[in-house]
């Protein structure tokens, strides 16, 4: 217990210094800066897997799996890998959300802070069921296997054409009815008074929107890693990195998703492969290195393909 709360501690320490103390004063904030921030984040990630070590080694932290240092380490970090990957889906669904609402530049982490600070408390709630689910009944494993392949399906079969559009949404369309919305922004205003009617902002609808999106990816995201471990820990851990980490990353990958246009089909495969273990775990026992190593080579490989067909695409526009 003292393991938790010292964890969500830390968690609330450096969201009220995020913005009472190094975002304070809104701002554009630069690649240059967002850069540095996710560099910041990803190390932090990979050193407390450490952490991680240390706690199993002296048994701080209950241990319902009964893994070993070195296994729970692997798990972390294959879990947070896995949260990273399908949080690419977010920053593009985030972009969209911002560029329809036209929230400006510097006004963007505040929602962004606001909406990490939800999906914390979300994510908690869901994986804290979703672990509950698979120890009681243990065929919902099978479940959340179908779902993570049938995921992985449909997104190899949507078609491009088919964007999200915040304005049409059901979120959007389901608040104008139950508040007044103003379509002008007043600096870093969640809410205006107009007329003695107080009334929503763009920010705020940009961040409901947001948030509500982030369960619906949570759907997905939740149940993969639950296919690396059950731990409460482990799982709440990874998903929490990730979703701090989250912000940044937009804020670096802003002006340049369309460069990473194929990573999709690492994504696909990073949910057809968990989906299988999860169906399989009666039948194949994959080791965790094996996981680890099949994940972040379909990073890598999503990556190093986006970049390499860019740059062709580039060249044959020039030409």
Not at 51 to 60: A, K
Not at 221 to 250: C, E, H, K, Q, W
Not at 305 to 316: F, N, Q
Request: proline letters at 3%; hydrophobic letters at 55%.
């Amino acid at each position: 217990m003292i393991v938790w709360i010292s964890f969500l501690a830390a968690i609330l320490l450096f969201l009220a210094l995020d913005l009472g103390v190094f975002n304070k004063t809104p701002h554009i904030i630069s690649s240059k800066e967002a850069g540095k921030w996710t560099a910041i984040w990803v190390t932090l990630s990979f050193l407390f897997s450490g952490v991680i070590y240390w706690l199993y080694s002296n048994n701080y932290i209950s241990n319902p799996d009964g893994l070993k240092p070195a296994a729970a380490s692997i798990k972390f970090i294959t879990g947070y890998l896995i949260e990273l990957s399908l949080s690419v889906d977010n920053i593009f669904v985030i972009a969209i959300i911002f560029s329809s609402f036209k929230i400006p530049r510097k006004y963007q982490h505040r929602v962004l802070f606001w909406g990490i600070l939800g999906a914390v408390i979300f994510r908690g709630l869901m994986i804290y069921f979703g672990v509950l689910l698979i120890n009681k009944f243990s065929w919902t494993t099978y479940v959340f296997g179908i779902f993570l392949v049938y995921t992985a399906i449909r997104m190899l079969f949507t078609n491009e054409d088919d964007k999200f559009e915040p304005k049409k949404s059901f979120v959007y369309k389901t608040l104008r009815k139950i508040m007044p919305i103003t379509s002008h922004i007043d600096e870093e205003h969640f809410f205006v008074k107009r007329r003695h009617i107080t009334a929503a902002t763009p920010l705020f609808v940009a961040l409901v929107i947001i948030e509500v999106m982030d369960v619906i990816f949570a759907l997905d995201s939740v149940p993969a890693i639950l296919a690396i471990t059950n731990d409460p820990f482990l799982v709440f851990s990874s998903n929490i990195f990730a979703i701090l980490g989250l912000r940044s990353m937009y804020f670096f990958l802003a002006n340049m998703l369309e460069k990473f246009a194929h990573l999709e089909y690492s994504l696909i495969a990073i949910l057809t492969f968990v989906g299988l273990k999860m169906l399989l775990h009666d039948f194949i026992e994959i080791p965790e290195w094996v996981s680890l190593v099949f994940i972040a080579v379909s990073l890598l490989t999503g990556i190093i393909v986006s970049i390499k067909l860019g740059k062709e695409t580039v060249a044959e526009e020039n030409s």
